[in-house]
């Protein structure tokens, strides 16, 4: 019953900004950390970001790191991408991502189990 949907793609030249958002529902929101993933065309899955319950930590790869924000509204139960200083490498379909946390041997794993159906941004002049 878990529902993710993304918001906010579309097209934009290099250098600009673009506001991907993610409406949450169907479970407790607050209670997960969640992800931002990307497919670029042709290509696979990359991590982008990751956020902690609170929002009060993050995460990001490197390759949108500095440019790229992450935050939530618990309130909300909203998650947001900050995208600034798009380049073209950034054209992707977006997906916000649920995980689910498995403990084996006292450590804990996450499992990316409910996903959106993604928004597509591109890049281009």
């Known amino acids: 019953q878990v529902q993710l949907v993304e918001s906010g793609g579309g097209l934009v030249q290099p250098g600009g900004s673009l506001r991907l958002s993610c409406a949450a529902s169907g479970f407790t929101f607050s209670n997960y950390w969640m992800y931002w993933v990307r497919q670029a065309p042709g290509k696979g899955l990359e991590w982008v970001s990751v956020?902690?319950?609170?929002?009060?930590?993050?995460a990001y790869s490197d390759s949108v790191k500095g440019r790229f924000t992450v935050s939530r509204d618990n309130a909300k139960n909203t998650l947001d991408l900050q995208m600034n200083s798009l380049k073209s490498e950034d054209t992707a379909v977006y997906y916000c991502?649920?995980?689910?946390?498995?403990?084996?041997?006292?450590?804990?794993?996450?499992?990316?189990?409910?996903w959106g159906k993604g928004t597509l941004v591109t890049v281009s002049s």
């Open positions: 991502v649920k995980p689910l946390e498995l403990v084996i041997d006292r450590r804990r794993y996450y499992a990316l189990t409910d």
């Open positions: 956020i902690n319950t609170g929002g009060g930590s993050t």
